[in-house]
């Protein structure tokens, strides 16, 4: 199972401020994933929190980068999910997601929580969703990831904007 191994992730956030980036695309999965988010903000002590809605994962980049640029926000958290088709697009999608993130957090250096999900299958999703059933919330994950670098970050090297 992915989550093997994983850190038991807990930060107190408040005074942050948080924009949540997230894809519209599967309806289903994207809602557990807000969710989850929403409620890893609410239970870190974060009540700042801007949520932006793109069409899909492609979108989630630049969106990230325009928020972590005005210098607003301690963290960004983007969400989407890509599930594998019989085209090679799901590639496309997942390594321009992935490094376009990881550009807007390596530029700007506001934290930037991953929560995209790129599985083969609906039922994949689900299961990292965070809906009643599922075994990994992976919304929540991204969240409490980010902040924690937001927090680790603040201790080391205070913003300067």
């Given at each position: 199972m992915?989550?093997?191994g994983?850190?038991?992730?807990?930060?107190?956030?408040?005074?942050?401020?948080?924009?949540?980036?997230?894809?519209?695309?599967?309806?289903e999965?994207?809602?557990?994933?807000?969710?989850?988010?929403?409620?890893?903000?609410?239970?870190?002590?974060?009540?700042?929190?801007?949520?932006?809605?793109?069409?899909?994962?492609?979108?989630?980049?630049?969106?990230?980068?325009?928020?972590?640029?005005?210098?607003?926000?301690?963290?960004?958290?983007?969400?989407?999910?890509?599930?594998?088709?019989?085209?090679?697009?799901?590639?496309?999608?997942?390594?321009?997601?992935?490094?376009?993130?990881?550009?807007?957090?390596?530029?700007?250096?506001?934290?930037?929580?991953?929560?995209?999900?790129?599985?083969?299958?609906?039922?994949?999703?689900?299961?990292?969703?965070?809906?009643?059933?599922?075994?990994?919330?992976?919304?929540?994950?991204?969240?409490?990831?980010?902040?924690?670098?937001?927090?680790?970050?603040?201790?080391?090297a205070?913003?300067?904007?």
């Amino acid at each position: 199972m992915s989550g093997d191994g994983s850190p038991d992730l807990a930060v107190d956030g408040t005074g942050l401020k948080v924009a949540l980036v997230a894809a519209r695309w599967h309806e289903e999965i994207m809602g557990g994933l807000l969710a989850g988010a929403q409620q890893g903000l609410q239970d870190s002590g974060v009540t700042d929190v801007t949520t932006v809605r793109v069409p899909g994962s492609f979108e989630l980049s630049v969106a990230a980068a325009r928020l972590a640029r005005t210098g607003d926000y301690d963290a960004v958290v983007a969400l989407g999910v890509v599930i594998k088709g019989g085209t090679p697009h799901f590639d496309y999608i997942c390594q321009a997601a992935t490094m376009g993130l990881t550009e807007v957090a390596t530029s700007t250096g506001v934290p930037v929580g991953f929560g995209v999900l790129t599985v083969e299958n609906e039922s994949q999703g689900l299961h990292r969703a965070g809906l009643r059933g599922s075994r990994e919330d992976k919304g929540r994950e991204a969240v409490l990831a980010a902040l924690e670098t937001a927090v680790a970050l603040r201790e080391v090297a205070p913003r300067t904007s």
